[in-house]
């Protein structure tokens, strides 16, 4: 059968170093460029690249490098101002064929004579800068192809890879406010709606209207977005008290295919850009005493938008909640230490800069002796290693376990055989040393989180105080508080001894009784 697959859109890469760029960031982007377009399922033909102290404000680059980007795509080479009058419009077909033919003549030269001859025109004009609408317009006229600046690009390939309703929409919110403010007139009869009483005067244009409505969209999209998050929040508080890892790092540098040595998930794991953007959390396998959950994170870019990142946010508050951050690092690419930079920035803007950090340089297999040495001694506390290795996956994993360990308060409990669940629970959230059955119940030795202390000691109904193999925390029950109270002693029953005197009083009434009554007994006798 014949091969009746579409062909792929050619596209042409379009860069301007500034004078504070070098020659190898500058490659590096540019590179980069190239891989997101082939994420997108283009083939890259061509790269038109110009040295400028800024971009020019109307297309980009000088009319010379516009020229040269034009043979690429067929077009004019030239920006027009503003619409040619209507009367002029007939004519508009033979005017251009004569200026491409006087620009033919001029040029001269015969290699772009045969470079437009022998290979297919460019479609698509990809930029590695964030244009504005009328840059992106004037590139559009001067060519005649469509032109896609970076975000536009990496907003393709988001909206190609969502797959959870949470990601559509907070891709969905980060295209619209990338496509509002450049909507413009399309012409086609679409005139100013009827504004005032009986409809006189000018309304809202077409333009207008499409702008308001981007802007109800948005806002419906976020509402529905935020009660998504608050179930997400609300996961997030569950395993609040669990032991979380978050692979964070470049996009493409490893962390999925991590994600599926350590837990054992089947999560996706291509060679692409932004291969995943939904978050991800499972348990390290196999699971040990102490409980860990690995979370994958969607990975980062340089000039990555703002508005991607606003929209991300609450997946990226994933790595802002967790306990640890594993930095994974494609050490096979040159320019891994301006990812490990973006990375960084990331991170510190989602508020995730006092996290622990651990930085794991992925793929040392395609690295030779000499790298890896030159790697240890640039970067002493990283570590070296690579997904694809059993040996490093085991270390890594052990290392996590011993980490989260690190902070463990070991004590004694006894649980009565009529709560026996509290020693599932022991199981399930703690790690137990031992486990001994007695005649009142179940004796267990345990290290713990004081949250997880905390619960037992609530379950069991047992007071707040420290773990039971700490002698001193027994002793301490008395404590020497009762002393001061004991000194105060004497001072209340000095308190106590004058109220014995005041009670004397009627024994003083009844003698002057006795007296009255003796007094009158005399008087009866005379």
């Given at each position: 059968?014949?091969d ?9 890469l379009?860069g301007?170093q500034?004078?504070?760029?070098d020659?190898?960031?500058f ?9 997101l377009g082939?994420?997108?399922g283009m083939?890259?033909?061509?790269r ?5 102290p800024?971009?020019d404000p109307g297309?980009?680059?000088g009319?010379g490098k516009?020229k040269?980007?034009a043979?690429?795509t067929?077009?004019s080479?030239r920006?027009h101002?503003?619409?040619?009058p209507?009367t002029?419009r007939?004519d ?6 004569e200026?491409?033919?006087?620009d033919?003549d001029?040029s001269?030269?015969d ?20 244009l504005?609408?009328s840059?992106?317009?004037?590139l559009?006229?001067?060519?005649g192809?469509e032109?896609?600046?970076?975000s536009?690009?990496?907003l393709?390939i988001?909206?190609?890879h ?9 891709v969905e919110i980060a295209r619209?406010?990338y ?5 413009r ?6 005139d100013r709606?009827?504004?005032g ?6 309304g809202e244009?077409?333009?207008?209207l ?7 969209r948005?806002?419906e999209?976020?509402e ?12 997030r508080?569950?395993?609040s ?5 978050a692979l964070?790092?470049?996009?493409n540098?490893?962390k999925?295919?991590?994600?599926r ?8 794991v ?7 953007l939904?978050?991800?959390v ?7 005493a102490?409980?860990?959950?690995v979370s994958?994170?969607v990975?980062f870019i340089?000039?990555l938008?703002h ?10 508050d994933e ?8 930095q994974?690092v494609?050490a ?8 490990i ?5 990331v991170?510190d ?7 622990p950090?651990w930085l ?14 030159r790697?240890?001694?640039?970067w ?7 997904a694809?290795?059993?040996a490093d996956?085991?270390?890594l ?7 989260f ?6 004590g004694?409990i006894t ?5 026996q ?6 199981h399930?959230h703690a790690r137990?040393?031992?486990?001994e ?5 179940t004796?267990?030795?345990?290290r713990?989180?004081?949250?997880v ?9 047992v007071?707040a105080?420290?773990p039971?193999?700490?002698p001193e925390a ?5 404590k020497?508080v009762a002393?001061p ?6 001072k ?6 004058k109220?014995?005197?005041?009670k004397k ?18 008087k009866?006798?005379r």
């Amino acid at each position: 059968m014949a091969d009746v697959s579409r062909p792929r859109p050619r596209a042409v890469l379009l860069g301007v170093q500034l004078s504070n760029v070098d020659d190898g960031p500058f490659g590096s982007s540019l590179d980069e460029l190239a891989r997101l377009g082939k994420t997108l399922g283009m083939e890259v033909v061509g790269r038109v690249t110009q040295k400028r102290p800024r971009l020019d404000p109307g297309a980009v680059v000088g009319e010379g490098k516009l020229k040269e980007l034009a043979d690429w795509t067929g077009g004019s080479g030239r920006v027009h101002v503003g619409p040619p009058p209507r009367t002029e419009r007939k004519d508009e077909g033979k005017e251009e064929e004569e200026e491409e033919r006087d620009d033919l003549d001029s040029s001269g030269s015969d290699e772009s004579k045969s470079r437009d001859d022998s290979k297919p025109r460019a479609s698509v004009v990809l930029v590695d800068h964030d244009l504005t609408p009328s840059q992106a317009r004037n590139l559009e006229r001067a060519t005649g192809a469509e032109v896609l600046d970076r975000s536009a690009v990496i907003l393709a390939i988001f909206q190609r890879h969502a797959r959870s309703r949470e990601a559509r929409l907070q891709v969905e919110i980060a295209r619209l406010n990338y496509v509002a403010p450049r909507l413009r007139e399309t012409g086609g009869g679409r005139d100013r709606e009827g504004g005032g009483i009986g409809g006189r005067g000018a309304g809202e244009s077409a333009s207008e209207l499409d702008r308001r409505k981007v802007r109800d969209r948005i806002a419906e999209l976020r509402e529905e977005l935020a009660a998504i998050e608050r179930e997400s929040g609300t996961r997030r508080k569950r395993r609040s008290d669990q032991n979380t890892v978050a692979l964070v790092g470049y996009t493409n540098a490893g962390k999925s295919s991590w994600m599926r040595a350590l837990t054992g998930s089947g999560v996706r794991v291509e060679d692409k850009l932004f291969a995943t953007l939904d978050t991800t959390v499972r348990a390290l396998h196999p699971e040990s005493a102490t409980r860990v959950l690995v979370s994958d994170t969607v990975g980062f870019i340089s000039n990555l938008p703002h508005d991607l990142v606003a929209s991300f946010r609450s997946t990226l508050d994933e790595a802002r909640d967790s306990h640890l951050l594993v930095q994974v690092v494609d050490a096979s690419d040159a320019a891994f230490p301006a990812q490990i930079e973006v990375t960084r920035e990331v991170l510190d803007s989602i508020g995730a800069s006092e996290n622990p950090r651990w930085l794991l340089f992925n793929k040392a297999d395609r690295l030779d002796a000499e790298t890896r040495a030159r790697l240890a001694r640039e970067w002493p506390d990283a570590r070296i290693c690579s997904a694809k290795d059993p040996a490093d996956v085991a270390a890594l994993r052990e290392s996590l376990v011993t980490f989260f360990e690190r902070d463990l308060e070991e004590g004694t409990i006894t649980v009565p055989y009529a709560q026996q669940r509290w020693v599932a629970e022991a199981h399930s959230h703690a790690r137990v040393v031992s486990e001994e059955h007695g005649e009142t119940g179940t004796r267990l030795v345990v290290r713990a989180t004081p949250a997880v202390w905390a619960r037992l000691r609530a379950g069991l109904g047992v007071t707040a105080k420290p773990p039971a193999t700490k002698p001193e925390a027994k002793v301490e029950a008395p404590k020497v508080v009762a002393a001061p109270k004991k000194k105060s002693a004497p001072k209340k029953s000095a308190a106590t001894a004058k109220k014995p005197a005041a009670k004397k009083k009627p024994a003083a009434k009844k003698t002057a009784a006795k007296k009255k009554s003796a007094g009158r007994a005399r008087k009866t006798k005379r």
